[in-house]
């Protein structure tokens, strides 16, 4: 026996590959669906359509709305230094921050926003560190909402310095420490 898929979005040629189908006659005709156009994949979650029509009319029409009006946007390339983190007792003073993978947003094509990024770590990190060891945080704001997050690792190791390079390190932030403290007086 043959059973037809019933995803009518699979063969209108958008780039359809998936996902879920269903009805209840409460709720309509509703669709769970996902497709890749050019590198970018749109999830779409309609439902309440009185019939199967016009469910897949609406679902193909915001799917080609959305491949039009959006685009992925590349912030920082795999392997890109992102930023640094202060180190403690190592044998460099600081480590670069990486993305395990492309930092990419989805934004709208004629937006006129401001993105800004910043780095966020507890520090400074105490040496020795391993690449790949996570580190912090890099969140992506547009305005005032943070539209990303993305965690950040070591780009590469770090050893720990000699008793000359700790005393130095610990003296560095005693005097740090203290200028604080002033500063919080006040």
């Not at 043959?2 to 009805?23: C, E, F, H, V, W």
């Not at 105490?126 to 780009?155: D, Y």
């Amino acid at each position: 026996m043959r059973q037809q898929n019933r995803n009518p979005l699979l063969a209108m040629g958008i780039g359809a590959d998936g996902l879920k189908t269903g009805y209840t006659k409460e709720a309509g005709y509703g669709l769970v669906g996902s497709a890749v156009n050019n590198n970018l994949r749109l999830i779409l979650v309609v439902n309440g359509f009185k019939t199967m029509k016009d469910r897949a009319d609406e679902a193909r029409k915001l799917l080609e709305w959305g491949f039009r009006a959006f685009e992925a946007r590349p912030l920082f390339a795999e392997g890109e230094t992102i930023g640094e983190a202060k180190l403690y007792g190592g044998t460099k003073g600081r480590v670069p921050l990486v993305a395990a993978a492309p930092v990419k947003l989805l934004v709208p094509r004629t937006t006129g926003d401001k993105l800004g990024a910043k780095v966020f770590y507890s520090g400074p990190v105490r040496a020795p560190i391993e690449k790949g060891q996570p580190i912090g945080t890099l969140k992506v704001s547009r305005g005032e909402n943070v539209v990303l997050e993305v965690p950040l690792q070591a780009g590469e190791d770090v050893g720990s310095g000699g008793l000359h390079q700790r005393a130095f390190d610990a003296m560095g932030e005693l005097v740090i420490n203290v200028f604080r403290a002033g500063v919080d007086r006040f």
